[in-house]
Structure formats: C-alpha cells, structure tokens
C-alpha cells in the first residue's frame, strides 16, 4: 500500500511544487528519519511520497551530507555525493570556465532538468563551446548560483521524465529544496586551500528564519566566498625555445594551467510561505546571485601567431615577421622591409629599422608575445511567486509564475585587437549573452474514490506557458573594429574572444505551451501504476508528444520492484539556434580562430546549415528496492536511446573563393572568416548502466555509526553520426568519462563530535587531443567537527587526502603539467577549517 502523510498545509506534489510543511531540518531528514521516511516530490505529481515507495529511482542529499566537503561550488559538491554526477575543472575553456558545464548518467548538461522547489530553473546565459566532448555546445542551468547552506535536501530523480516536466528531463532531474525553518538558523566561516600553496578560498555563509505572523515564515540564506586561482603549469616547449635562443621578454610560465580566479561571488537566496484565510498557501521564492570568473588564455607566441606576429614564408623557407606599413591609405606592406627570423630570434637591426620606414611590428611592443586573460561577470536573478490549495470538490491547485535570468558580461584582458596596429587597447568588453525565461503554470490533482474498484487512484493535469529570450549585447568598438591594418593580413577584434558587432546584437525569442494529463493508481494493493502524457508545442519548431509508464510491485513487506519506459525530448536552446561567437582553438598545436555562427546564417547555410530539430530519446529502467530493519538497498538499470543529438560541425575552412562569393552576396561576416562551426542534429547514442545504493546504520562506540555505498557504471555508445564526428569526438563521447564511479561513506556521530570518512573510486577514463589515459583512482576525503553546548562549533577535514592530480600530461607542449579533464581535477590535496554557529 501506498504511504499516506499528513501535512500542516496542503501540498500538490507534483514535480512543481515542494513539500513546504512540515518545517522539517536537513538534519532531521537524515538524523531522525527513518529510510522509507524520506519525502521526496520529484517522479510523481500525486502525494509526496517516500523513496522506498517511489515507482522511480530518486536519491536524496541532506544538507549535512552536502556540507561536509571543503568547496563550495555546488557541482563539485555534487560529484562528491552523487556518482552518476560528472564535472571537469575546465581550465582555458572559454566560456566554460565561466559557467561549468555538468553531466547526469553521462548525457549532455542540458538533457538534466534543474528545478528549485519544484519550479523550473532557467538555463544559464553561457553556451559551453568547449566542453571536452559530451558538453561542447551544451547550454544548462548554473547551479554554482545555489549555496549549499540554503537547503533542506537534494532530490536527484535518476529516470526520464520529459512526460511530466517537459523538455530538458532526458538524463533525469535534479530538484533543489530550499530550508523553510521559520526560526532558528546557522552561520558558517571556511577557509581552505591546496597542498601546493595556491587556491585559497574563504566562505562566509549564513541560513535563518523568521516567522510571518502566526501562519508563515520567512527563511533567508546568504553566502560570500572568495577563491584564488590555481597553477599547474609547466614551461611550453616553444616558450622555451624562445628563452634558448635569448627571448628574455617570455614569461615563465608563458602560459597558466588552473582553476580560475573567482571574486565579488555574493549569493542570496529567499524562500518564504504564509497559509491563507481560505485554507490554502501563498508562497515566493528567489535569488540574487553575483560573481565575476576570470581564467587564462593560450599563449601567443610572437613568431608564430598568425594574424598577429606571424609574416610570410620566403622561398628557402625562412620565417618573417608581419609587418604593417603606418602610412595613411597603404592597403599593403610591400613598401616594409622583411624581418627574416634567424635561429628563432627576429632579426634585431631589420626590427629596429622598421621606425624610420613608418612601419611597425606587434614585436615592437609584445617582444615575449602575450596570454590573454579571459572571464565574465555573472548575474543571476529569479523570483517564484504563487499560492495553493484546495477546492471544495477536494481538487488541489498550484497556481504560480516565474522569471529567471542569467546574464554574462565577458572581459578580455592583456590581449590585442591586432588590425589596429599600434593603437590597440589591451583590455576589451567583448559583449554578453542573456536568457531570460518567464513561465505560467496552473496545476490541479485529484484523489477519486471507488472508480473501478481501486482504492488509490490520483488524477493530475496541468497547463504551463513559457517564454524565453536569448539577447546578445554587443562589445564595445575596439573588440570588434576593423581597424586599419585588416587589408594588410592583420586579425580583427580582441584577440581569442573577438567582440558581437552591432549587427550580432539583438534579441532571438520563442514561447512554448504545453498540456499535460498523469494518473496513478494501486491497480492491486502491492501494485501502483503510473501513466503521464504531455503535448507541448514551440513556436520556433513545431510540437512534441510524450508518455510515460511506470510501476512498483510489493512481492513482500521487504523487497519491491520497479521499472519505468517513457519517451522523451530536448528542445534545441533559442541560443543554440542564434549564437554568434568565436573561439581560439589548437588545431595540429596551432592556434585557429574559429567562428560560431547559427544554423541558418547565410555562411552556414553554404555549408549545409539548417534549422535545429529537437532530440528524441526512449528511456527504460528495472529495479529493485530491499529494506529490512536498518538496512536500505536499491539497484537501478537503465538505458537511453536519444537520437539527432545537437552537436557542432568539425571546423569548416571557408576558401577565398566562398568567402568573395559570399561577400558579392551582401555577407559581409565573411570578411575575416577563415573557419566556421555551426550547430547540427548529426548523431545517435545509446547510455546505459546501473546505480546502486545502500543505507546501513547501528549503535557503536556509545553513538551512531551510519554507513553509505552509492556506485554508478554508465557506458554510452555512438550508434549513427554524420561527417561532422569525427575520431576524436567519438573517443570523447564513449571514453572521456570513467564508466564505473561510486564512494563509500562512514559518518560517526557522538553527542558531541562527529567524523566523516569517505573513500571515491574512479574508473578508467581518457583524455583525447592530446591523449593522456587516466588510470583508476581511490581518493578519500575526511572531516572531524566538534560542537559545543553553546551551539558554537569547528571543524577540520581534508579532501582527497592522497594529493592525487590525476595522470601527468608527459610530452604535452601546452604547458599543462597534467590532464585537464581528470573527473576529480587536478589541483590535488585541499586541506579546510570552517567555524560554526547554530541558534
């Protein structure tokens, strides 16, 4: 039989809405909580119901869990707890070290939908270009937004779901829950830093409540944090040959490998809820998140840079200099002398010479050439506002609107718009991206009495509008101009990140409306079903229809099975159909500009560009769920079919002939275009792979001791592509994760301290151009904490206690000292201490 639960005020939980009643703690709903107690609202828009009777699998994350790890970003303390959660460090990755991009069950970020009490989070502003495979051209939410302190508990729901929440639910769903405590609260300082003496990071954060008359409460959560970048660089190889030959301008190291520095990082978050006069429940929830990221960029060398340093090749193939005549109307530098490169050094007395002729090399000020430095200033605003209840014929209602909106405004430091010549700046503002989301919903749920027999059978149904903007805001004029020196071979734009002109600004806008019907019923008294539709159509591509079956059968008081098939699907993003940006990319370890323009752009469209399609996908999983006493065992296998993935196309190298044509044709982009990328539906994949997890607790030593096992393995297989896959991106899709991935967990609590032991195994995985294996690694992680009776309390941990910086990137002349995709990165041993105060 189903579960029933009572609470202080009427909940519809129907995936979008959170159990806002009872005020229970994080603590309590790990501490004092039974397993087959813990309510979840995600998988189900009937009751909340437990886990251990939830027809799909769903795992649930404390905030104490959450909090005992030394970061604070929300990803990383995700992949701490969460297996089938994966997320690289993302050094020199554009605006991926912005905005990392994560991954669920080994699927694109943006095929996991993110909610927040239920409610839909909006995406964030940044599309991942570089995302090392599986994440390039991915645009999901930005969960580094979210502090941990703010919530209750995490429920990750592991199985499609687009039947009920709608695009985006192919990988599964991760709903955050925020603390709705209307008293109380807690206050926390960290501070931590690596083993090798850099990454410092200091954390203030604070979560309290407070009651709105005698029927609601208000519950504000706010934290500051503060981090150091992080090195893990070795000198280049052509840097070094540079400081041979007497380049005493060349930085050592010339260019940064690491973690970027993040500032100004202010979180804040609001969640509040007042019971009506008629019974039901008003509530609001929001955030106002800040932060500014900067990170490095690949360093340019001053002989070799095309479009900056690098000169013709003269016929016994000597290397030269560019040079630019000065002179006002030259179109070319033919009047110059050459700067021939001798033993790889510029020849002195032909550089020098270049004054007196009015000519002038970037040589002349960047000698030891430059790194530019890359980052953004992120803004992310939301706010939730809604009231429910129930009806006199006993319908339950959620009635509620939202608006989110993540904007990234990009800087670009220590760099050159090189057609400008001598006049360059060296700072830029090349532009920002915006996604603004606003939604309506109205939801209702029904529980029927004796329809055809059955004693438990819910009714729920729902519309939701949606509406979604993509805005591009143009940089300010020298990231973009075409300075002077553009006829004479010179690039245009700051370079590595090159500023949105006026004409790429603007705003690209799509709605969506969407039905939905779901039901649920014990069809015997150890049998529930569970069957959902939705019909939603976007104005941008057309409709889309799914469905979802799902069951849970009792053979015993102990023992249960599930299993689940439903469709699925994800819409392409409105900035995947009109993005306009352009990458620094190596390309057989030379630096190539690379642009990225919209599908159905008049360049694209040359090349066989078309409009974006959404990605389908069939999921199946089969389980089981076994409880008895203190023990807790679920095993899950599950398989993903989704088809057209989005991908971007291989680099398409657009020849003089196409780039005159296109220019005759009133293209002018194609000016300074030597290689384009676009978005396509090129590829199929099928993900499968088992989860198990296990709860276990006893009395030991005076005090609890609770013992947890959560282990992942997920293989994904590319069944079809097109000519845009090429080798490489295979090998990324199928080996750049470790199939196998889980942790061990054992928390001992006394009545006055308490010490977590973890231990994380990671599988085999690979990193590809270049290529590095990774081997198998154990990495523990350990917190001690002490509380006082005062309320006051301190601890110390360390995570990955065994310094482990994943494999050596040995021959690699990019002056990385090791992998830049390790799935538990690369800076090694953090050691932290964290004050604590609870009232």
């Not at 506002?385 to 990009?410: I, L, P």
């Not at 591009?472 to 990140?497: C, K, M, Y």
């Amino acid at each position: 039989m189903l579960n029933k639960f009572k609470f202080k005020s009427l909940v519809i939980a129907m995936g979008m809405t959170c159990v806002a009643m009872p005020t229970i703690s994080a603590e309590q709903v790990q501490e004092d909580a039974e397993i087959d107690e813990i309510i979840v609202v995600v998988g189900s828009r009937a009751a909340p119901r437990s886990i251990a009777d939830s027809p799909v699998p769903v795992d649930v994350i404390g905030a104490k869990e959450l909090m005992a790890n030394g970061t604070s970003d929300m990803n990383s303390l995700l992949r701490a707890v969460t297996p089938s959660y994966n997320v690289s460090p993302q050094a020199i990755s554009d605006g991926a070290t912005v905005v990392r991009p994560a991954n669920l069950r080994g699927l694109s970020p943006d095929s996991t939908l993110i909610l927040v009490n239920g409610k839909r989070r909006h995406r964030a502003s940044v599309i991942t270009f570089s995302g090392g495979g599986i994440a390039d051209g991915a645009q999901g939410p930005d969960v580094s937004t979210i502090p941990a302190i703010a919530l209750k508990q995490i429920e990750i729901l592991r199985d499609g779901a687009s039947a009920q929440y709608g695009s985006d639910a192919v990988a599964g769903v991760i709903n955050f829950v925020l603390k709705d405590n209307d008293s109380g609260g807690q206050f926390e300082l960290k501070a931590g830093q690596f083993s090798e003496g850099d990454g410092e990071q200091v954390t203030l954060s604070g979560n309290f409540g407070l009651s709105l008359s005698d029927n609601g409460f208000a519950n504000f959560s706010f934290e500051v944090n503060q981090q150091e970048a992080t090195s893990r660089s070795t000198q280049r190889s052509d840097a070094q040959a540079l400081i041979d030959a007497g380049n005493t301008s060349v930085a050592d190291p010339a260019q940064t490998w690491g973690s970027p520095k993040i500032s100004d990082d202010f979180k804040l978050f609001l969640n509040t809820g007042i019971e009506l006069a008629n019974g039901g429940e008003a509530y609001m929830f929001g955030n106002w998140s800040e932060k500014t990221v900067e990170g490095g960029f690949f360093f340019r060398n001053p002989q070799t840079k095309s479009g900056v340093f690098k000169g013709p090749v003269l016929d016994d193939g000597t290397a030269t200099l560019l040079v630019a005549d000065l002179t006002p109307g030259a179109t070319d530098n033919s009047a110059c002398p050459l700067v021939p490169i001798i033993n790889n050094v510029p020849d002195a007395d032909a550089l020098a010479s270049l004054a007196s002729a009015n000519c002038y090399a970037h040589n002349l000020r960047f000698p030891g050439g430059f790194t530019p430095f890359f980052g953004g200033e992120v803004v992310d605003l939301s706010l939730v506002m809604g009231t429910r209840g129930e009806f006199s014929d006993g319908t339950s209602y959620d009635f509620s609107g939202s608006v989110g909106e993540h904007s990234t405004e990009f800087h670009m430091s220590d760099s050159v718009n090189s057609s400008m010549g001598p006049n360059t700046p060296t700072e830029f503002t090349p532009g920002a991206y915006a996604q603004l989301e606003k939604s309506i919903n109205a939801d209702f749920s029904k529980e029927l009495d004796s329809v055809m027999g059955l004693d438990y059978l819910v009714v729920s149904y729902g519309l939701e509008f949606r509406h979604e903007t993509f805005t591009i805001t143009a940089g300010d004029e020298a990231s973009w101009q075409l300075g002077p020196l553009v006829t004479q071979g010179f690039s245009i734009g700051s370079n590595g990140f090159p500023g949105f002109k006026p004409a790429d600004a603007g705003a690209s806008s799509r709605t969506s409306k969407a039905v939905y019907f779901d039901t649920e019923a014990n069809i015997t008294e150890d049998f529930l079903a569970q069957v959902a539709f939705r019909y939603e159509d976007f104005s941008d591509f057309g409709s889309s229809f799914n469905w979802k079956l799902a069951g849970m059968y009792d053979i015993n008081e102990s023992f249960k099975i599930r299993t689940s098939v439903s469709t699925g699907f994800r819409a392409p993003t409105i900035g995947q159909n009109n993005v306009r940006a352009v990458q620094t990319q190596t390309e057989n370890g030379i630096l190539v500009d690379v642009a990225t323009l919209p599908p159905t752009h008049p360049v694209s469209v040359k090349y066989g560009g078309i409009a974006l399609t959404p990605e389908q996908s069939i999921s199946y999983s089969l389980g089981m769920v076994y409880q008895l006493d203190e023990f807790f065992l679920t095993v899950d296998y599950f398989n993903i079919e989704v088809t057209d993935r989005i991908t971007q196309t291989s680099s398409i190298k657009v020849s003089d002939e196409d780039r005159q044509e296109l220019i005759d044709a009133g293209v002018t982009d194609a000016i300074g275009l030597s290689k384009v990328k676009f978005f396509t539906n090129d590829f199929d994949t099928t993900t499968q792979g088992f989860d198990v997890v296990a709860n276990y607790s006893n009395e030991m030593f005076g005090g609890e001791m609770k013992y947890g096992l959560a282990y992942n393995w997920t293989e994904t297989t590319v069944d079809k592509y097109g000519e845009n896959v090429n080798q490489t991106k295979l090998n990324r899709l199928e080996k750049s994760l470790p199939e196998h991935k889980g942790s061990f967990t054992v928390n001992y609590q006394a009545d006055s301290w308490s010490l977590m032991a973890r231990a994380n195994y990671f599988g085999e995985w690979s990193q590809f151009d270049p290529d590095i294996p990774g081997d198998a690694a154990i990495l523990l992680d350990t917190e001690f904490a002490y509380y006082f009776d005062n309320g006051a309390g301190f601890a110390v941990g360390i995570n990955n206690l065994t310094d482990d910086n994943g494999p050596v990137a040995e021959g690699a002349p990019s002056g990385r000292s090791y992998s830049s995709t390790s799935p538990y990165g690369f800076n090694g041993r953090f050691v932290y201490a964290k004050v604590t105060y609870s009232f």
